[in-house]
Structures are given as C-alpha cells and as structure tokens.
C-alpha cells in the first residue's frame, strides 16, 4: 500500500487525503480535471517530491488509465458533489458519478490494479426507515439523482469485486466539514451573513437533522480501513463503512452555532417545508458502530468543525469570491 | 393508459406484451434494435392497424425521444440481457441497461411522459441473505455486471419519480420461460440434447436451485399492476415487486423433466462447483407475497413452464441455428 491514485487530487477531500499520505511517506498520483477542485489546495503537495499531478478527466478513459500506471491502491473521490442542483442537468450525475466509476474500475483493470476506496454517500439510503442507518438497511428509494448515481457506482464496485477479484471499500459520507471545504450550508450562509449580517435566508424550515464529519476524522478513518485491507477478508471482497458522528443536529442549530462564532444576530428568513430542495433528505443520520468497531473515533464535535470551517473560511475569503454552484 | 411504447419489443418478453396489449385493444408502438429481438415474433402485431414499429437503439436519444412522441405509458424491456458473459464486454451492461434507461427517462421527460414498467431482475439481491427475499430485502452486495447495471437503472427511475414526478413500477423477475424464449438453460439443453442426446454437459454441479416463471403469467402480472396504478398512491410514487412463482427447483430438477419431456436419458457431465459461472447465484428464490396480494396467481408450475418452452423450441427449430450468444 505504498503508490496510491487519488481521482478528485484537488479537491476539499482529495487534497487533505493527498497531503496526509505525503506526510506518512506514501508516493501519491493526483488526477483533477479541475471543474471544482482548486490548484490551491495542492501547493504544498506540489512542491513534495513523491507527489506527480495530473490534469485529466476520468471521462477520458484511455487519459485515466495512462495516469494511473504504476500504482497499486486507488482513492476514487472524484465526483460530482452537486446534490442539490442535480435536476436541473439530470446527465452530469450519471456521466459523472457513475460512468466515471465504471471508467476507473476499467483503468484499474488495464493496469492490473485491484484495491479500491470509494466516496460514496450517506444519500444512498433515501428516506431511510432506520435511523441511524446502519449499512444493510432494506434495499432504498433512491431520492436524487446524485444518490442514485453513487448507488450505482457502489454496484459496479461490487461487481468488479466479485468479477474481478478487486478489493473494495465503500465509505458511505455525512456531508463533511473543515480546511478546504468549499460547498455547502456553513458556506452559503457565511457568504450571505458576509454581505448582510442583519438577515439570513434558510432553505426549508431550519427543521432538517443533519450529520457532519470532520474531515480530519473522514481521512482518518478511510486511512485505518485501507490499511487493515478489510476487504480482502469480507465475504464479498468489498466492505461497506457509513462515516459520520455520533450526532446529529437541526439547520437551526448550525445557525445558531455559526451566528455565535461570527457574532451576528440575522433575522431569519425560512422558504419553508421540512426539506431544503426536491430530493432534500430531512433526517440523515448514519449508525457508524462498524466504523467505531475499528478503534475510529472522532476527534471534534459537530459544532466544533463548523467553528474550525468558519475559521478557515475566515482565512480563505478567496473561495467565497468563486461563483455558487449551480 | 392506452398509447404503449414498448422497448424491445421485438424480444421475448416484449413481443408477448405486445400481442397481449394489441388484444387488450391498446395502441402500441415498438421500439427495437434487433441485436437479439426477432422479427418473426411481431409478424401478428405487424398486421395489427394499432401496431407500429420503429427501429432503433436507446442509446440513440434523439431517435428514442422522436420514437415515444404520443405515448402515455413505457414497458422499458430492452436490455442487455445476458448475465453470463458480462465479465467478457463489462462496458455493455452500462450502456444497454444503465446508460439506456436513462435515456428512456430523458426520452420520457421530453415527451412529458411520465408512467414507466420497468424490467429488473431478481439478480439485484445478489446472494440474498434471507430466501425467499422479500422487496425489502438489506442492501445487496451485487455480485454480476448485469445486475449491478439493473439495480443501477432502478435507482435512476427512482430519483425521476421523486424529482420529475414519474410514476414507476420496477418488476424484479426471476427467469422467464414460455413462448418465444431465446435464452438460458433450456435451450442450452435443448440444444445439446438435440445433437447428441446420450450426453449433456451441466455448468457448476446442478445443485444450483432457481425459480422461473411462465411468459403468460410475468405478462399478466405487469399488466394488473399498471393498470392498478398502486405507484400513484405508494409514498415514493415508485413501487417494486419481485415476479416468481411459489416455487424453485435445482439445475438437477429442470434436466429431468427436459430428459422425461424429450424421452432421454443422457450421461450428465457437470462442470463442478455450485456456480455455473462467476456471479451465478446458486440459490435464486423471490417473496412473491406482495404480487399476489394483488390477487395476481400463477397458471403454471416450473415443471409445467418448462414443457410449455420445448414444446414452443420444438415447433420452433429456427431459433436453436442462432449463434449462442456470448
């Protein structure tokens, strides 16, 4: 496990994956297409000699098989992280998610790599019937287009698992949280509370339950469990772990935690419903027991990596200045 | 419900539909590509004033798009349907079931359509923990391309049932067996059987246990459910069943009522192992108690399917000088 490939290189993930690997001697290749990710977040490890870049698109297979020669353990996090946008351009998560999988697990196969991590999402589960979700809940109705997408994606690992004798870890995320993280609620209502401190437009009703992980503790965590080569003991060659906290908490209490960090009181304005947007999940929260089994633990609350968030996007003005996503 | 687009109809299933639907006194319009559909099989529907037939591939959006013009309602039957050489061409699952379905959802979407059947396969459970599996079974690992590349197509109609407000019937089948059938082991059987009847050669050790259902029955049962509409009322407008008789029988079991139909006695070769191929299921059982809560039964044992199908093969030589597909 010492040449690792890691898809989405310079991203909010991919990078603090890059530069933990780095710093435990591993030699590392990064593959960006840079649609999201940001050379930024790369400029320690570019000056690292056992780091190589390379700018492509897992769209391009015969690219992505040429990138990935010489290596031996593949970090797939590339991906369209868009959920919210996603039916407005119902293509981007199929072609993105789940072709671009299936175009990494062909590029494995042509250079005889087998061990596969994958960023799934905690999404998969729809509306789930248990909560906390553990990994077998009963079969889901997909509720977006970019959990159905990465469902998908997580099939076609299984099958090349069994097909091919791959060795897959599947790790099913929270929505992530700290240095470099680029996209979500703690950034739009920093942007907002940036521009007016005096009012604050929510989505939904501020009811919906969330998890968030650290992405410290998310590196951590996928670190331990390729290392123990997990699956190559699973009765299916793949193994599944959900990744989040042991706790949850509502749209209004992440306000209330980023209003008291900034110091600010808004007047809220909610558009109502319990979900944020068609396909929203109102309660995702994963049981993480088989993670925790590992000797995993998180090491900050919810509210404190929304606080270590603000700081970096305190210290980061520049990713506030990038467009929203649409 | 009465303009039907039907994909592949030109294939087993499809063709069946077809004539079933015309009868019925429906409009329908068939969309094939002929890599496996048989014009032989729409030669009654051909003659029908409500038939009309478009050739063409789902991966041929704008093609596909113009095809459905009018319609109301879609059975999305075409598939690549081969589960045993995946391994050999892992690209084709993707594109003929993942990438072709999404399509038929974009096709649908542009045409304002929004009632979709969809063919699935009881494959999505992979190796089911508990058998007979019920719908809801846990969160399979999937253990085929062409199953991963199935469950994958389920996943995307869900999420344009929740987002774009579709109404879809998801129909998880074990192996259909009737008039018309092209594909599996009883033509396999047959065929051997055929050249030389004093030896048979059996993939894996004929322990395998499956269930198979009558072309008759799958075809009702489809038809009961679309008419019932039940998607509209379920929580996530999609619903899915599993479509199987009330009973399996192992490989063992289907070589001697073949041998008793056809008056044989071969020496029997086994291969070895309990799985005919990788990712064969050994052991493929449904929990049909949500069909028949429909009121829906089956008219035919497997035993009773089976002698349906030789009879069919035996009046219908020509399709045992097709190649085998591979």
Redesign the interface.
């Known amino acids: 496990m010492d040449k690792f490939f890691i898809t989405g290189a310079a991203g909010f993930i991919g990078s603090n994956l890059v530069d933990r690997l780095l710093q435990d001697g591993a030699t590392v290749a990064g593959f960006d297409n840079f649609s999201t990710g940001q050379n930024e977040f790369l400029q320690s490890a570019l000056n690292h000699p056992n780091f190589k870049l390379v700018r492509g698109d897992c769209l391009d297979l015969p690219a992505l098989t040429r990138a990935m020669a010489g290596c031996d353990t593949v970090f797939h996090l590339a991906a369209n992280a868009d959920v919210r946008f ?2 407005e351009h ?2 981007r998560d ?1 072609e993105q998610n ?2 671009a999988t ?1 175009n990494v ?2 590029a494995m196969r042509a250079n005889g790599i087998r061990k596969i991590a994958f960023s799934s999402t905690g999404s ?4 789930a019937e248990t909560i906390p979700t553990p ?11 970019y ?3 990465k ?2 994606a997580e ?2 690992i ?3 698992c ?3 004798h791959f060795e897959g870890c599947i790790f099913r995320f929270v929505s992530i949280l700290g240095e470099r993280y680029t996209h979500g609620h703690v950034l739009d209502f920093y942007r907002q509370l940036r521009a007016h401190p005096d009012k604050l437009k929510i989505l939904g009703d501020g009811s919906q339950r969330k998890s968030y992980l650290y992405i410290g503790d998310c590196i951590e965590a996928m670190i331990r469990v390729m290392r123990r080569g997990a699956a190559q003991t699973a ?2 060659r ?1 193994e ?1 772990y959900n990744l989040g906290t042991d706790e949850y908490v509502e749209v209004n209490d992440s306000i209330r935690f980023i209003c008291a960090a900034l110091g600010v009181e808004p007047r809220r304005e909610y558009s109502g419903g319990n979900k944020g947007w ?2 929203d999940n109102p309660f995702i929260f994963l049981d993480t027991k088989k993670i925790r089994a590992t000797g995993w633990k998180t090491t900050l609350t919810i509210e404190q990596s929304i606080v270590r968030t603000l700081q970096w996007l305190r210290q980061n003005q520049w990713v506030l200045e990038r467009r929203p996503e649409k």
Chains 1, 2 share one sequence.
Do not use: K, M
């Open positions: 996603g039916l119902p293509s199929l789940t072709v299936f697990l062909e998969v589960y729809g509306e990994e077998n809940h009963p079969f889901p109705i997909q509720t977006s287009l959990a159905a997408s469902a998908a099939g076609f299984h099958a090349y069994e097909g091919y009765r299916h793949v599944t068609v396909g």
